[in-house]
């Protein structure tokens, strides 16, 4: 596709349900990225990828958050038990080499956990 | 203190005004400079981007780079209302560092 692709645009989930958001990289890059934005903050890093290998994931905030990129493209961020703090809008970008700070980012799935 | 710091605004304008927005950092090792613009719900669009200290300008953006200071500048000129969005500064040392740090971001609006 042209852009980076997020889905679903909007979740709602109740307090303690898991969600799993999508993220549909540009064609070929070899770089995914997932950051979490509160609101009125800016993003905030959660992890990396380069091709299927999770390089870090030292920003994820808890083990209840899991990412995973199996075939080097498509990503998958999973949220267990949701809680009312995991409410924010997860953005994912992705770039054409390793480790580029070039960064394009798809338009995010805002999460409400109530 | 965060790494970053960014005022949030908002900031008003009239269009047609010089509007300058800055941010200001802690962590030497950074050498990649970033500015991004987010409209309200969508994600942020990459303006400028610039390597180590210096200025870049493309259009009506000039991004300033002072290293010593550690201080950042975007500087937007002849403003529309078009460019009415927030903008948010990044940051990255480079190398196996890939994530970006980001400011808070400055809400900007440009009144016709």
């Known amino acids: 596709g042209a852009g980076v692709s997020q889905s679903p645009r909007y979740k709602v989930a109740k307090r303690g349900q898991d969600v799993a958001l999508r993220c549909d990289p540009i064609s070929g890059h070899v770089s995914l990225f997932w950051y979490q934005q509160a609101l009125g903050q800016g993003p905030e890093f959660l992890t990396y990828?380069?091709?299927?290998?999770?390089?870090?994931k030292s920003g994820l905030p808890s083990d209840r958050f899991f990412a995973e990129r199996p075939e080097g493209s498509v990503s998958t961020l999973k949220i267990q038990r949701t809680q009312q703090e995991d409410s924010a809008v997860y953005l994912c970008?992705?770039?054409?080499?390793?480790?580029?700070?070039?960064?394009?980012f798809g338009a995010g799935t805002r999460l409400s956990v109530l | 203190q965060k790494e970053v710091e960014q005022d949030p605004g908002p900031l008003s304008v009239p269009e047609g005004a010089i509007v300058s927005l800055n941010c200001t950092y802690s962590n030497s090792a950074f050498q990649y400079f970033m500015w991004y613009r987010q409209y309200s719900r969508k994600g942020p669009e990459l303006l400028m981007y610039?390597?180590?200290?210096g200025n870049k300008e493309d259009g009506r953006f000039t991004a300033q780079v002072d290293k010593s200071s550690k201080y950042i500048s975007l500087f937007i000129r002849d403003s529309q209302p078009s460019d009415s969005a927030t903008y948010l500064c990044a940051m990255s040392a480079g190398g196996s560092q890939g994530n970006l740090i980001f400011g808070k971001g400055t809400k900007l609006s440009v009144k016709p």
């Open positions: 970008a992705s770039s054409l080499v390793a480790f580029s700070n070039i960064q394009y």
């Open positions: 610039t390597y180590s200290s």
């Open positions: 990828f380069q091709n299927e290998a999770q390089l870090d």
